[in-house]
């Protein structure tokens, strides 16, 4: 028989009293005990009407795995998140009626356990925040080469399970390629590991690229190790504009040239002018090394943009890390409810095929990683929304790539395929997902194809 979970308040008090005698009282809140920055989250990550009977924050991995169990037993369902910023990224979380939602965060899981300054490895917990890590790093010199979006309030969790890493990519590629070992628990409430904390072990690669973007769905990071590099001495950044012949020729001459940029992102016109960094179509090249090395290297770039008759505006101080921050801010960060933010993917040399494409488009803007093809659209227009997306997204399937919808409203969402995914392996993913979690409780229809 189905139970109407909405209509049903004793059920959900009986759910969290459940788990609050695992965890303890003050861990397990009710739907109306929650803060509204919370509701907001969760309400944007779920399908309307999908009632949600708690949230809990366990405080150790111990708890976590007892919560898990528990979920395990009773057939709740769950919906993993650390600090809840990147929630409504994805697919709309459905129980379908058929069994109750919790919703646990690992926020509290936010320890160092391990910092091998010499071996250039760190382990933490899967609930610390990418900032708070960067400032235990760096007082070792040292520091982790990702990027991603909502630094101060991403959680390494989140993080991998999203797959978001950012512009510095060019230089150190994705997250998964720093990950080293990682924890987790599984759908059964089990522990697993996989991995090591030595750079050479690549025991569990697999299963690690397997846990990188898969939205919470395969199981719960615990812990997590990875690869860690010295900060650069000088960083220096050099922004060129302009026509969109001289800015592909420019961009193709550095990815074939011996310089070595640790961000080349292409921006759209649109972007540009937003940020004030002149008109046209541009490039932000960021150099970090050595001074010496990087003044040379901008030396060398400022002359190829000069013979292609580029505009150019190079930062460095404070000046760069307020662009570093506003590029990323500007493509993710929604200013009203009707934005979308969308992940997208393109053969490299189509980029700018993609970029004078949403040219076309009012109220589009993109950031593409050069030598990836991997980038963020953004729509601000809700009017022009259905037509930009089915036409961004055919132009990148056309060209070996992808679109897909990481925030919007919650409406629209329920109207179109947010993951547009049109390979083979449908299939395989499904049995992948079958074979981590069979009764389909973890962050239930959220990912590609309902998994």
């Not at 590029?327 to 009203?336: D, G, H, S, Y």
């Not at 679109?403 to 993951?419: E, F, N, R, T």
Request: aromatic letters at 6%; charged letters at 15%.
């Amino acid at each position: 028989m189905e139970i109407d979970f909405a209509q049903s308040g004793n059920f959900t008090q009986a759910i969290a009293s459940m788990l609050r005698s695992v965890v303890g009282a003050g861990q397990v809140l009710t739907w109306d005990g929650v803060d509204n920055a919370w509701k907001t989250r969760i309400s944007q990550a779920i399908s309307p009407g999908q009632p949600v009977a708690c949230v809990v924050f366990p405080a150790t991995v111990a708890e976590l795995a007892a919560v898990i169990t528990t979920a395990h037993q009773q057939r709740y369902a769950v919906l993993p998140c650390g600090n809840g910023s990147k929630l409504n990224w994805g697919g709309l979380v459905n129980t379908w009626n058929t069994a109750p939602l919790i919703v646990v965060s690992t926020q509290r899981l936010d320890r160092l356990i391990d910092h091998a300054i010499g071996d250039l490895t760190v382990t933490v917990e899967a609930g610390m925040t990418l900032a708070a890590l960067q400032t235990l790093l760096a007082k070792a010199g040292q520091f982790l080469a990702i990027d991603p979006t909502y630094p101060d309030q991403a959680t390494i969790g989140g993080i991998i399970a999203t797959a978001d890493t950012g512009s510095l990519r060019q230089r150190y590629h994705s997250v998964r390629d720093m990950l080293l070992g990682i924890s987790f628990v599984r759908a059964d409430g089990q522990i697993a590991k996989a991995g090591g904390r030595v750079v050479k072990n690549v025991a569990g690669y697999d299963l690690m690229k397997l846990f990188t973007g898969s939205y919470g769905t395969l199981g719960i990071l615990t812990q997590v190790t990875f690869r860690v590099y010295p900060l650069p001495d000088a960083s220096q950044t050099i922004v060129f504009s302009g026509r969109e012949e001289a800015i592909a020729q420019l961009t193709q001459t550095l990815l074939q040239s011996a310089l070595t940029p640790s961000s080349l992102d292409l921006v759209s016109a649109s972007v540009v002018e937003d940020l004030d960094l002149g008109q046209g179509v541009g490039v932000a090249i960021r150099f970090q090394s050595i001074l010496p090395s990087v003044e040379e290297q901008m030396r060398k770039v400022a002359a190829l943009g000069e013979a292609l008759q580029l505009r150019s505006i190079s930062v460095s101080g404070e000046a760069e890390t307020a662009l570093w921050q506003r590029l990323p801010e500007r493509m993710t960060n929604l200013p009203t409810d009707a934005a979308i933010a969308c992940k997208i993917g393109i053969q490299p040399s189509q980029a700018m095929v993609l970029l004078h494409q949403i040219a076309t488009l009012p109220g589009c803007y993109a950031q593409i990683h050069a030598a990836s093809g991997l980038g963020r659209f953004y729509i601000t227009n809700a009017a022009t929304a259905p037509t930009a997306l089915t036409q961004i997204r055919a132009l990148c399937q056309e060209h070996g790539g992808f679109l897909s919808v990481l925030a919007a409203p919650v409406a629209l969402k329920q109207q179109i395929d947010v993951w547009g995914y049109s390979g083979n392996g449908l299939d395989v993913m499904r049995q992948i997902k079958h074979q981590f979690d069979p009764n389909q409780l973890l962050s239930p229809r959220r990912f590609v194809g309902g998994i």
